[in-house]
C-alpha cells in the first residue's frame, strides 16, 4: 500500500513538473501572437497605410500609378512583417525550449544532415524570392510602358541647379514653346525659406497621357515630382522617359533626388496639374511672350560626354 502511495505521489510530482513546464512555454511562444494581434487592433493610419510613403488622403491616385506602387510596397512589407514574426518566432521558442537547464553538461544533441529542413528553408526563400521578383518586373512593365500617342510631350533638362521645360509639338517643332528655370530663391530674413513664386512650374494637363523625357545638360541628376512617386535619373549623354496620366488637379511639389553639387538643395521646382484647356491657355502665354522653339543640347555645359571619337579628332572638330 505504501509502495502504491509513493508511486502516485511521484506521478502527481511529474505530471505537476511537465504541466509547469508547458505552461511556460505556452506563455513564451504567445508573446509574438499577443504582439501580433496588439499591432493589428491598434489600427493603421493613413500614413500607416500608404506605406510611410509620400502623399496623403487628397494626394492618392494623383497619377494612373500611385496606387500601383503603394499596393507593391505595402503588399511587400505586410509579407515581409508575417515571415518575420514566424522566424522571430522560431528563435525564441528555439531558445526557450532547447536551453541547457540546470545540472545538464556538456553540448545537447547536435542535429545534422536533416534533408526535410534543409529543402524546407531553401524552397520557401527561393519562392518568396521568386514573388517579389515576379510582382515588381509586373508592375515596372506597367509602369514603364510608353504610350502610342501622347497628348503632352515635354522634354525636362537637368541643371545645375535649375530646370528647362521644352513643350514639344510633334506637329511641328518649330511651333514649340519653352521655359528657362532659375534655381530656389531664398527669401531676405527669412532663415531659409524659399520663394516660391520664382521656382521653376511644369504644367501638365490633368486626365491626358504625358511623356516626360529627360535629360541632363552637366552632371547627374534625378526628378523626382515627390506625390506621384516617380522617380528618374538624369544621365549626360543619355536620354530617360516617363509616362503617366496625372489624374488630381493640384500643386505639387518635385526635386532633384541626385546629390549634385554645392545648391543640390535649391534645385527645386513645382507641378501644376491643371485641366487642358489652362494647359492650353499657359502654352499660349509662353509664345506670347516669345519662347518659341526648342532649348537643346547646345547650352550643355558638360564637353566631356562619351562618344566614339578619339580626343584629338574630337578636339579638331571644335575649333
Same mark, same amino acid.
Given at each position: 500500500?505504501?509502495?502504491?502511495?509513493?508511486?502516485?505521489? @511521484?506521478?502527481?510530482?511529474?505530471?505537476?513538473?511537465?504541466?509547469?513546464?508547458?505552461?511556460?512555454?505556452?506563455?513564451?511562444?504567445?508573446?509574438?501572437?499577443?504582439?501580433? $494581434?496588439?499591432?493589428?487592433?491598434?489600427?493603421? @493610419?493613413?500614413?500607416?497605410?500608404?506605406?510611410?510613403?509620400?502623399?496623403?488622403?487628397?494626394?492618392?491616385?494623383?497619377?494612373?500609378?500611385?496606387?500601383?506602387?503603394?499596393?507593391? +510596397? *505595402?503588399?511587400?512589407?505586410?509579407? $515581409?512583417?508575417?515571415?518575420?514574426?514566424?522566424?522571430?518566432?522560431?528563435?525564441? +521558442?528555439?531558445?526557450?525550449?532547447?536551453?541547457?537547464?540546470?545540472?545538464? /553538461?556538456?553540448?545537447?544533441?547536435?542535429?545534422? !544532415?536533416?534533408?526535410? %529542413?534543409?529543402?524546407? #528553408?531553401?524552397?520557401?526563400?527561393?519562392? $518568396?524570392?521568386?514573388?517579389?521578383?515576379?510582382?515588381?518586373?509586373?508592375?515596372?512593365?506597367?509602369?514603364?510602358?510608353?504610350?502610342?500617342?501622347?497628348?503632352?510631350?515635354?522634354?525636362?533638362?537637368?541643371?545645375?541647379?535649375?530646370?528647362?521645360?521644352? !513643350?514639344?509639338?510633334?506637329?511641328?517643332?518649330?511651333?514649340?514653346?519653352?521655359?528657362?528655370?532659375?534655381?530656389?530663391?531664398?527669401?531676405?530674413?527669412?532663415?531659409?525659406?524659399?520663394?516660391?513664386?520664382?521656382?521653376? /512650374?511644369?504644367?501638365?494637363?490633368?486626365?491626358?497621357?504625358?511623356?516626360?523625357? %529627360?535629360?541632363?545638360?552637366?552632371?547627374?541628376? @534625378?526628378?523626382?515630382?515627390?506625390?506621384?512617386?516617380?522617380?528618374?535619373?538624369?544621365?549626360?549623354?543619355?536620354?530617360?522617359?516617363?509616362?503617366?496620366?496625372?489624374?488630381?488637379?493640384? *500643386? #505639387?511639389?518635385?526635386?532633384?533626388?541626385?546629390?549634385?553639387?554645392?545648391?543640390?538643395?535649391?534645385?527645386?521646382?513645382?507641378?501644376?496639374?491643371?485641366?487642358?484647356?489652362? #494647359?492650353?491657355?499657359?502654352?499660349?502665354?509662353?509664345?506670347?511672350?516669345?519662347?518659341?522653339?526648342? %532649348?537643346?543640347?547646345?547650352?550643355?555645359?558638360? /564637353?566631356?560626354?562619351?562618344?566614339?571619337?578619339?580626343?584629338? *579628332?574630337? @578636339?579638331?572638330?571644335?575649333?
Amino acid at each position: 500500500m505504501r509502495d502504491l502511495h509513493v508511486a502516485a505521489r @511521484s506521478g502527481f510530482t511529474f505530471f505537476r513538473e511537465v504541466t509547469v513546464r508547458s505552461n511556460r512555454r505556452i506563455r513564451w511562444a504567445a508573446v509574438p501572437v499577443a504582439v501580433g $494581434l496588439v499591432i493589428a487592433l491598434a489600427g493603421c @493610419s493613413q500614413q500607416q497605410l500608404n506605406g510611410w510613403l509620400p502623399g496623403t488622403e487628397e494626394t492618392k491616385d494623383v497619377t494612373n500609378h500611385t496606387s500601383r506602387i503603394v499596393g507593391l +510596397w *505595402t503588399t511587400s512589407w505586410v509579407v $515581409l512583417l508575417a515571415v518575420g514574426l514566424i522566424v522571430w518566432g522560431l528563435i525564441i +521558442w528555439a531558445a526557450i525550449v532547447y536551453r541547457r537547464r540546470k545540472g545538464q /553538461t556538456g553540448l545537447p544533441v547536435q542535429m545534422r !544532415y536533416n534533408m526535410p %529542413l534543409e529543402i524546407f #528553408y531553401t524552397i520557401v526563400p527561393l519562392i $518568396l524570392v521568386l514573388g517579389f521578383f515576379a510582382f515588381t518586373a509586373k508592375d515596372q512593365a506597367a509602369i514603364e510602358q510608353p504610350f502610342k500617342n501622347a497628348d503632352a510631350t515635354i522634354h525636362v533638362y537637368g541643371k545645375r541647379w535649375a530646370w528647362d521645360f521644352n !513643350y514639344i509639338n510633334e506637329d511641328d517643332k518649330s511651333k514649340s514653346v519653352y521655359y528657362q528655370g532659375i534655381q530656389a530663391q531664398e527669401e531676405e530674413n527669412a532663415n531659409g525659406a524659399i520663394d516660391e513664386s520664382q521656382l521653376p /512650374t511644369l504644367y501638365l494637363p490633368k486626365g491626358k497621357k504625358v511623356h516626360i523625357e %529627360l535629360s541632363s545638360r552637366d552632371v547627374d541628376h @534625378s526628378f523626382w515630382i515627390i506625390d506621384f512617386l516617380y522617380k528618374k535619373d538624369m544621365l549626360p549623354g543619355k536620354q530617360n522617359d516617363e509616362y503617366f496620366i496625372p489624374q488630381k488637379l493640384g *500643386t #505639387y511639389q518635385g526635386k532633384c533626388a541626385e546629390l549634385c553639387g554645392e545648391y543640390h538643395s535649391l534645385m527645386l521646382f513645382q507641378v501644376k496639374v491643371v485641366t487642358p484647356t489652362e #494647359y492650353q491657355k499657359y502654352l499660349d502665354s509662353l509664345e506670347e511672350q516669345g519662347k518659341v522653339g526648342l %532649348l537643346g543640347n547646345e547650352y550643355n555645359t558638360n /564637353t566631356n560626354e562619351p562618344n566614339d571619337k578619339t580626343p584629338v *579628332t574630337a @578636339s579638331s572638330d571644335n575649333k
